[in-house]
Nanobody
Framework: QVHLVESGGGLVQPGGSLRLSCAAS????????MGWYRQAPGKQRELVAV???????NYAHSVKGRFAISRDNAKNTVSLQMNSLKPEDTAVYYC???????????????WGQGTQVTVSS
């Protein structure tokens, strides 16, 4: 069994910063990519940022230059530093891990429960 647990969401004013963290635990052999997605009310879930085990990153155009993703492979954690937040960043943010539970199993996608980020004055 695998668990991804997010923390760090909350209410922040426009222009402010928040840092989200996610820890993966359980029967994990290796983690390929880890990432953050978000879903605003009435919208589809969208990619925010992903990072591979080697540190390669990819960001949504809307957050480039404002958000930074990082991970600690030894601790199976991934973080998202969000700066210069805008009201349109308001959403539930979900942690995702593409991981293997054993060397013989194909990678599977696991999700956290989500954490609310609200940007409002």
């Amino acid at each position: 069994q695998v668990h991804l647990v997010e923390s760090g969401g909350g209410l922040v004013q426009p222009g402010g910063s928040l840092r989200l963290s996610c820890a993966a635990s359980g029967s994990i052999d290796t983690i390929d990519t880890m990432g953050w997605y978000r879903q605003a009310p009435g919208k589809q879930r969208e990619l925010v940022a992903v990072i591979t085990s080697r540190g390669s990153t990819n960001y949504a155009h809307s957050v480039k230059g404002r958000f930074a993703i990082s991970r600690d492979n030894a601790k199976n954690t991934v973080s998202l530093q969000m700066n210069s937040l805008k009201p349109e960043d308001t959403a539930v943010y979900y942690c995702n891990g593409l991981l293997r539970t054993s060397a013989t199993m194909p990678p599977m996608s696991y999700w956290g429960q989500g954490t609310q980020v609200t940007v409002s004055s």
